[in-house]
């Protein structure tokens, strides 16, 4: 079955921890992104990617880092620089990138961090 | 600058029809619209293209209005499972794939 996964699902850290949130994809899609979502609100953009080892920051990218090695892969770092990170983390594909192409989403990662 | 969408929250019964705006102050490409059940990760609708075009499917349609910069979707008959939140996103001409998303508008269809 063809999809994007995120793990874990929930994942508790200790305040000043940097963490890394995964996502895989194997539906050979070019385009990847990480969204942040907060209760009661719509989901905000943090990096994209379009292709391998090239990405570009979203509105909020400020306290995350990402990288690019492979096309299936776009982890999410939570640095200990980001003020609020507990959230509701989303990572989602296109086949390309550009204002015509649908975007897949993954479960999402639930981040705790106290 | 986020779409606004409107209303915020609405419940319906079963069998009603309900309408959801999405407003841009930016001249726009695309919209899009998802839907989120609680919890779980938004699943696509549609996309609509500047041209000012109508999509459907099956009950759910919508149309984009590139003059005003609108969109509105519209759920005709509404079943129980069209309950979640409708967020739209945006694509603007100054962005190309910047997908910008709305506030959500929350839906209940109750029986």
């Known amino acids: 079955d063809g999809g994007i996964t995120q793990s874990p699902k929930y994942l508790f850290r200790k305040e000043g921890q940097n963490v890394t949130l995964s996502c895989e994809q194997n539906?050979?899609?070019?385009?990847m992104y990480w969204y942040r979502q907060d209760p009661g609100q719509g989901l905000r953009l943090i990096y994209y990617?379009?292709?391998?080892?090239?990405?570009q920051k979203g509105d909020i990218a400020e306290g995350y880092s990402v990288s690019r090695e492979k096309k299936e892969s776009f982890p999410l770092t939570v640095t200990s620089a980001q003020k609020n990170p507990t959230a509701f983390y989303l990572c989602?594909?296109?086949?390309?990138?550009?204002?015509?192409?649908?975007?897949?989403f993954g479960p999402g990662t639930r981040l705790t961090v106290t | 600058q986020q779409p606004v969408q409107s209303p915020q929250a609405v419940i319906l019964r079963e069998g009603e029809d309900a309408v959801i705006n999405c407003s841009s102050s930016?001249?726009?490409?695309?919209v899009h619209w998802y839907r989120q059940k609680h919890g779980e990760a938004p699943v696509f609708l549609m996309i609509?293209?500047?041209?000012?075009e109508q999509k459907g499917h099956e009950k759910i349609s919508a149309s984009f209005n590139e003059k005003k910069q609108q969109s509105s979707l519209y759920l005709t008959a509404s079943q129980l499972s069209y309950s979640g939140t409708y967020f739209c996103?945006?694509?603007?001409?100054?962005?190309?794939?910047?997908?910008?998303f709305g506030t959500g508008t929350r839906l209940q269809v109750t029986l």
């Open positions: 996103g945006t694509i603007d001409t100054g962005t190309a794939s910047k997908l910008t």
């Open positions: 989602a594909s296109s086949i390309r990138g550009g204002p015509t192409y649908e975007q897949y």
């Open positions: 539906l050979n899609h070019d385009a």
């Open positions: 930016k001249a726009l490409y695309s």
């Open positions: 990617s379009q292709i391998v080892n090239d990405f």
């Open positions: 609509l293209l500047k041209g000012g």
